[in-house]
């Protein structure tokens, strides 16, 4: 991370190369985080391009006592948010428009990856959002309760809210 505080800096200084590494770095993460919210990729790629829009406008604010993903991730919501308060739109991702598998992979856990995507889907936002950065992305509950402006124990709970949920769900696919 010495190499990202280094890009930070440079581009603070007006160094466009090395924001576009910042760029290259952050790109996929944010991409797969926000793809969670939308069932149209071409309007995450627009939240993507909108946070680091802001990102490189504000990037004198950046302070940095969190990551620097963990305040891109914030930006990346709230664009999101902004344009679902706009539009008065709640769309979640479509298996349709699911990655496609790899080439080589085992039947039985694709069918589970799948399975387990259309349970995340069933989550409210908070608690797909907690559940994605946390298990997925590797968040801390501080980065997170800073990304999603509520509190560690509130990421907390929304994690072991999601987790028992989806603990239910796979016993009752067990069952049947």
Partial sequence: MEQEALWIAKSKEGDQKAFRSLYN??????????????TDPSQVEEWVQRAFIKAFERLEQFDGRSRFSTWLFKLGLNEMRTDRRRWQIVPFISLEHAEEAPAEFDPMEFEWDHTMRAWVQELDEAKRAVFVLYEIEGYSHAEIAEML????????????????YLKERWKQEVIQ
């Fill in 149 to 164: 402006n509520i509190g560690e124990s509130t990421s907390r709970t929304f994690l072991f809210r999601a987790k028992r």
């Fill in 25 to 38: 770095l952050h790109l996929n993460p944010l991409f797969r985080f926000l793809r969670q919210f939308s």
